[in-house]
């Protein structure tokens, strides 16, 4: 009996990779087969205002060769996130603890779409075991090294 696993989407910009990524791959690892949608530079520009420091490129290769991840692409030039959805047709989209999407706002996206037999979820833990669990904290955390040689 060759049960099917389900397609969990996951995505975001995964810059400094860090274990707070890890665990959220991880955790939909345990719900199916993991695909990852990485942020492009432009895109994450838009969204927060400030570039990634390491490249898309770059990015994507890492997330490309974590385990538990079945396969990784980077997101749309046109940013056309349901797009991107409808090609990957996951079972499940797992945002992030920190992810500031709105569960009810993709739902009415989806169903606008006729896409709405995706589930969404988030993943309601939040990785903190170590001080540095955020891209912006080890970025903040490398500045004050800087700033104390100088």
Known sequence: MNIEKKRIMIAGTFDLIHAGHIYLINEAAKLGNVYVVVAT????ELFSGER???SQEQRLEIIKNLKNVT???LGRSDNDTLKTVEEINPDIILLGP???YSIEIL?????KENLDHIEVKRLETYY???KLH????????IIEKYKEKN
């Open 41 to 44: 530079d432009k895109n994450r």
């Open 52 to 54: 990634p420091i390491i």
């Open 71 to 73: 396969d990784a692409r």
């Open 98 to 100: 920190d992810q500031k």
């Open 107 to 111: 739902k009415q996206k989806l169903r």
């Open 128 to 130: 903190d075991k170590y």
């Open 134 to 141: 955020s891209s912006s904290l080890i970025k903040q955390k």
